[in-house]
C-alpha cells in the first residue's frame, strides 16, 4: 500500500489550526481542532507513565465509551502537575469546544502538550476555541499538525486510501513528537481519521495490532511523556457495508501502515536526529527477548552518539546487547550495518568497518542483531545522538 | 574519616604503570601492574553485562578461590568478543606476570579497558611485563592509575588511614571510569588495597556493603561495561589482631568511604561532565522504589541535558520519576534542588526558579525528590549531558 506522507480530506471530518497566544510566540499557531460532523466511533491509547497530565485524565475516561465528537489539542502548556485546577482547565476547555461545535462535552477529547506544572490561559483558551471553530474546514488537517508541534521542524502527516466494503476509503493521521519520545502505549500525539465504518471494538482492536509496529517501536531518547496520547476515529460516511473478514485486515493493515509512517516521521524529525536508523534483532528466542535487546541498542547514549559519528562501533553494540539481561552466545551472534557484516562466529570484520563507515554517511540504514538462538524478533525504529539535541534541550524548557 | 584524593603507599603492594606500546600512543602509559609481596586475600566483584571480556572471565575463576599476589592491566583493548584467543591471551598475559613476579599463573588476576572486538600484541606486552616488573615500587599507584585511563582526563585515586585492632592501617584504591558506567556489579576497573590483615569472606562481606553506596550508585549514561572489575586485596602487612566486632564495622566503613570517593571522581570525570549531581530520593515504600526513581531521573537525558543547561526543569524531573513505573502522589511529592523547594503540594513554586537556576551554575549539586509515601530512600550520583559527551563519544572508537 502507497503511504503518502501528506493531509487528506476525510469526509465526516473538519479540522482548524489557529493561534490562540497560549505560547507568547505572535503568529504561532497553539491550538487544533478536529470536529465530525456527528458522533463517531473512537479508540485511544495513553501515557502509560504513572504521571499523567489532566487533559490524559479526562479524554481516556471520555473514550473509554467508545464515541467521540471533537479533538482539542494545545501546544505552549502540558497541564501537567496541575491539580484539581489542571482537570478543571481541561474540562471547562473541552466545554467551550462543546458548545462550539455542537455537541455535549463528554464527546470531548482535550489534549494538551508543552511545559509541565504550567496552565494556560482559559480567557485566551476559549478566544481561540470561536476562532477554530469558524475556521473549521475538511482540508485543513495540516493547520492542526501545525497547531500542535512544540520543538518538531515541521508537522507531520500521513495518508492512505484503499477501497474497503465497496466503498473508497480513506485514512489519514498527523502527529506530533521531536523529544521525550518512548512511547509504551501511544506517541505524544497522534490523530489518525478515516470515513470508514467501524465499530468502538474494532477500532480498539486496530489500535492494539497497529501499535506493536508503530508508535511502540519507536525510541527518540528513552524518555516517556506524561501527555502520551493516540486516537483512532472512524466518521462512516465512506458508506462501506460493516468490515468483516478481510476487509477489516485490510483496513487494520492500511492503519498500521498510516501510524508506522507518521511514527517514522516523529524519530525522522526527533530533536537533533541527522540518521534513522532501524534496529532489527532477529533469532531471539522470544519476541519479549528480542525486543529487550533492540531497545537497549537503540537507547545506549554510547551507540547513539556512534551512530551520530559515523562510527560502525561494533563493541558499543554488543555491550548494549549484553546489558538487556537476555543470554548471548558471542560465537554464533551476527552483526551487520545497512547489509554489512561486522561480526559473526565469533570475530569482527575489521575489513567491513570503513564500507560501513561510508554506508552510515547516509541519513537512514538499518542494523541488524541476529542472536541465531530462536525464531522470533523485533523491530525498533531510532535516531542518533548529536550536538544538536543537547543544543535543543539544553535551552528549551519542555 | 578523611579521605585524601591521592596516593600512597601500602605495605606489602608495590605499583607499576609503563609504556607498552599496545595503544599506539608513544610514550603514553598503556600496562599496569599491581604486585603483592606475597599471596594476599582478595575479594572481587565484575560486571552483571551477558557479554563478559576474557580477562573478565579469568579473574573471576582466580578471585573465588579468596587470594591473590599479582594484578596486570592494560588499557588499548577490552579483549573482549576474542573468543578462546582472548581467553588464551588473557591467560598467557597473566602467565607473563606471574613468571616477572614469581608466583603461580592462578594467583594473577588480568584486567583489560579499551576497544571491544580487538586483541593486543602478546609480545609487546611481554616486554611491558619486564619493564613493569623493573619499575615496581611502594610509592608508584599513580603510575598504575595512569595505565588503566582511556577516556578519562586524570588518573582517580583516594587514601584513608585510621587504626584498627591495634595497628595503623591504610586503605588506599585507584579507578578508571569516563564513559560505559552504569555499573550494576562493579566499575570498569577500580582497585582497593589495604595492609590490613582480613580473612577472604569478611573481604568480600566488605564489597558487598561498599557496593551499593559507591560504585553501585554512580551513573554516568547508563551503558554497563563488558569488563567492569573490582578488586579488594588486603596484605596483612599493619599486622593487626584479627578484625572483629568494632573494628571489622571501621574497616568496612573505611573500605565503602573509599570506594565512594573513587566513584565520585568516576562521575566528575565522565565523559564530557561539567556539572556532579547527587539525587536523593526519600520517603519511598521500599529501597527499591527510591532506587528505581533515582535511576531514571539520573539516565534521562531530558533530565541530563537541563543539568547542562542550568536549567531546573521540574517537568521533566517528575516525568522521569514517573517512567520509574512506581506509584506517585502529586498532592504529596515535593522536589528540591541544592535545597531550594521546587514544588511542593501539587503545585510548582514557580518564583523558585530563578535561584535554582543560579545554583545549578555550581559544578555540584544535590536534587531531592521526596515521594512522601513511606521511609525508604537511595541515592545516586550522576553527572550532566553536554555537548563533549557527544564529541568524545561521535570521535572515540571504543
Redesign the interface.
Known amino acids: 500500500m502507497k503511504i503518502r506522507l501528506e493531509p487528506a480530506p476525510v469526509r465526516g471530518f473538519r479540522f482548524a489550526g489557529v493561534c490562540a497566544g497560549l505560547r507568547n510566540e505572535p503568529g504561532r499557531k497553539d491550538l487544533g481542532l478536529i470536529a465530525a460532523d456527528w458522533p463517531v466511533a473512537a479508540a485511544g491509547v495513553f501515557t502509560s507513565?504513572?504521571?499523567?497530565a489532566a487533559p490524559v485524565i479526562v479524554s481516556q475516561e471520555r473514550i473509554r465509551r467508545g464515541q467521540i465528537q471533537a479533538v482539542t489539542a494545545n501546544s505552549g502548556s502540558?497541564n501537567?502537575?496541575t491539580?484539581k485546577a489542571g482537570l478543571k482547565l481541561a474540562r471547562d476547555s473541552a466545554a467551550a469546544v462543546a458548545k462550539g461545535v455542537g455537541c455535549v462535552p463528554e464527546l470531548v477529547a482535550p489534549c494538551s502538550t508543552g511545559?509541565?506544572?504550567?496552565v494556560y490561559d482559559l480567557a485566551k483558551y476559549r478566544a481561540g476555541v470561536s476562532d477554530a471553530v469558524a475556521a473549521l474546514a475538511s482540508d485543513r488537517l495540516e493547520d492542526f499538525a501545525r497547531a500542535i508541534m512544540t520543538t518538531d521542524t515541521h508537522p507531520k502527516m500521513a495518508t492512505a486510501t484503499l477501497k474497503l466494503g465497496g466503498a473508497e476509503v480513506t485514512i489519514a493521521g498527523c502527529a506530533k513528537g521531536a523529544?521525550?519520545i518512548e512511547p509504551k502505549m501511544a506517541t505524544m500525539l497522534a490523530f489518525v481519521m478515516t470515513d470508514a465504518a467501524v465499530k468502538p471494538p474494532a477500532l480498539r482492536r486496530t489500535l492494539a495490532r497497529a501499535l506493536p509496529q508503530s508508535f511502540n517501536a519507536i525510541t527518540i531518547?528513552?524518555?516517556?511523556?506524561?501527555n502520551d496520547t493516540l486516537l483512532l476515529m472512524a466518521s462512516g460516511a465512506a458508506g462501506n457495508r460493516a468490515l468483516a473478514g478481510r476487509d477489516l485486515l485490510a483496513f487494520e493493515a492500511a492503519v498500521a501502515e498510516v501510524s508506522a509512517a507518521l511514527a517514522r516521521e516523529l524519530v525522522r524529525d526527533g530533536e537533533g536526529a541527522t540518521k534513522l536508523v532501524t534496529i532489527e534483532v532477529r533469532g531471539a528466542r522470544t519476541h519479549a527477548d528480542a525486543d529487550r535487546v533492540a531497545r537497549q541498542i537503540a537507547?545506549?547514549?554510547?551507540v547513539k552518539?556512534?551512530f551520530?559519528?559515523c562510527?560502525p562501533?561494533?563493541?558499543?553494540i554488543?555491550?548494549?546487547?549484553?546489558?538487556?539481561?537476555?543470554?548471548?552466545d558471542?560465537?554464533r551472534i551476527e552483526v551487520s550495518l545497512g547489509g554489512i557484516k561486522l561480526?559473526s562466529r565469533?570475530?569482527?570484520h575489521?575489513n567491513a568497518l570503513d564500507a560501513a563507515a561510508a554506508r552510515m554517511k547516509e541519513s537512514e540504514f538499518g542494523l541488524t542483531v541476529d542472536l541465531k538462538l530462536g525464531k522470533a524478533s523485533a523491530r525498533i525504529v531510532t535516531c542518533d545522538?548529536?550536538?544538536e539535541?543537547?543544543?535543543v534541550?539544553?535551552?528549551y524548557?519542555?
Open positions: 507513565n504513572r504521571v499523567k502540558a501537567c502537575f491539580g511545559v509541565i506544572g504550567r523529544g521525550m531518547d528513552g524518555d516517556m511523556s506524561t537507547n545506549s547514549p554510547l552518539t556512534a551520530f559519528g562510527d562501533n561494533f563493541g558499543r554488543l555491550m548494549a546487547a549484553g546489558k538487556a539481561g537476555v543470554a548471548l558471542l560465537d561480526a565469533g570475530a569482527l575489521t545522538l548529536s550536538f539535541y543537547v543544543k534541550n539544553a535551552e524548557t519542555t
